[in-house]
């Protein structure tokens, strides 16, 4: 395979892990003390979560597949955590941390993930589909690059009905091979749409590494360029940095209507979904490297203690208390109800569910 | 003979085919290093290199057409999907392109592919990876669909579908690949559209293909045991081409039918063999012919009500039960 010449990386990626260079950029310059507290509970939130998810998944509660944002934190965060009324968000199978940025309840997620009727989607998305749509969050998409297209239609909805919003469509690095997003990159630059397509490159689609599985010159945001798009690099591991370069497509979606592909490269710490052993693909050295050199919420811990915004203490009591929360998500999901036979055949078409002079159609529309 | 597991079987399948042929390549996400999603593929890079064993990426309409495109110039592709459900972002290839194009050039053109890999429910995924598409793909006139439900049948059609000229598109199932059964050790092909009687018996014949075979052979023995009912069990192995033969035979036998399969209802697998049935066999039938097959939903994620909207045993049994009486 050709390689490209020269690798188009974030700057602050290449230099020894210290404090962001993005803490005084205007969009980080601009939060209180308290929402900088407010960001960094959420980042361990999501942390603590998906760690209480591993247990529940290994005593047999949750089946299927279980995809573990750990590691990837900063991302859904720092993109999420700019976002105002009219912007929209979609995403893949790998979708906890995106539900739990926008205000999702652990009890929801939790529930969802062991099929029980009290689950965001009563038990019957799982957890690759999420959703939330009284939150501008569309899911939770189980194929990959399936989101795509959506994305891009819910930013020609909000550009349309004339609102000053975007979407956000989030993907990993395996999912910019797929045809649906090419045609959704072509139909948002040519139709100027407020699309922000992030590209969360954790180095790994399953067990294929970046490099195995896409030629492209020099990162894959770059592949923008070919749509005639604008496009960043992004170091993912902190939060600051996210946030101080979405802000820019932000505005460009909210100004010009204009698209955008951010590529924001991050790491996951467990397996591609906990069916995968993790053991052939990488070396448990690159996972130790990321975890103690890079680790984007201990990073943030680390940069708000420097400000003084944290203290030893007040960390500690957030950590905690979003253990406890996940240990009470996690007793409510495993006391929870299951949805009935009954149920399964509902949420099928509106139709169906909503009998009554608006319904349109006659005739059999659920089979024996 | 071997005791081999069907995933074991699936594999010798392939091994022995890509000795055979140097034209025979296999492709598919993860297939090569990764020794498979599913570990179908385990150790045939290492075996045969990767010429011949190709990892590709997450693009399934671009590699699955390239392998339709492959095949047309004479190699003979043998395509992974991590889940037949992945075949619907390639559905123009896989439908329009490998169905049509020997139609359409006048029989200038053979497309020799073979597209394989798991087409099931019942593993707690939700409902966009648990799809079993072999009735909508069968009713594309150019495709050729088989349903795998032993090891034996396993490793016997995937090398007919291999050695065949025309698109063959092979539905396993994750839940049987544990499974174990005989297996010979010399060279042998289940030819396409064969049914076989896994169970001989004289007061029902149950229709199945797929688990559902597994599931109606359980319910067999219930029904033997529990009932007294003798009841035959035909596996279809193959979708498309049908053996009307040993289906109608049966019936004529028994003069009962009940057709299970993990289908949705509408247009199943089994609308086509009811209506096969009542078309030749109208006059044998000393009752309706009644089917089982999923509760009419999209798949639904809780594992529990899962388990229940597919067809299980005591399901086939109710109904088998209900055409006897
Ligand atoms: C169309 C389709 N093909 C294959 C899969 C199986 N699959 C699920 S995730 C995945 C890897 C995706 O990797 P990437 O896009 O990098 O996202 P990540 O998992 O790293 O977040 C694959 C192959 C799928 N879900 N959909
Ligand atoms: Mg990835």
Redesign the pocket.
Known sequence: MAKPAVLTHPESLKRPAGPSEYAKDPVNAALTKAEKIALYTKMARIRHFEQRCIRIYQQGKIGGFL?LYVGQEAVAAGTISLLGKHDHLIT???DHGHGLMVGMGMNECMAELTGRVTGCSQGKGGSMHYFAPDKNYWGGH????GQAPLGTGLAYAVKYMGQKGSCLVY?????VN?GAVHEAYNLASLWDLPVIFVV?N?G???GTSQERSTAHPGCLAKRAEGYNMAWDVINGHDVYEVRAKTAIALKRAHEESKPTVLEIFTY?YFG?SMADPDKTYRDKEEIKEYREKKDPVLAFEQELLREKVLTPELSLKINEEAMAEADKAAIFADESPDPTVADITKHIYWEEDNRGPKTTSRGTIIFE | MAVISYREALRAAMREELKRDDKVVIMG?EVAQFNGAYKVTEGLLKEFGPKRIVDTP?S?AGFIGLGIGASMLGIRPVMEL?FWS?SY?AFDQIVNNAGNIRYMSGGLINCPIVIRGPGNGGTNVGATHSHTPEAILASHPGIKVVCPATPYDAKGLLKAAIRDNDPVYVMENTILYNDKGEVPDEDYIVPLGVADVKRVGTDLTIVAHGRAVITSLKAAEILEQEHGVSVEVVDLRSIRPLDEETILASVRKTHRALLVEENKPFCGVDAQVAYLIQSKAFDELDAPIHRVSSIDAPQIYCKRMEDQQLPDVNRVVREALKVLA
């Not at chain 1, 189980?142 to 690059?145: D, E, H, P």
């Not at chain 1, 993907?171 to 999912?175: K, S, V």
């Open positions: 995809h893949g199978y790998r189980g194929i990959v690059g993907m990993g690095d395996g999912a797929q969360e954790n790994y689609s399953m996951r591609h | 996400e997450i399934e991590m992945f972002v």
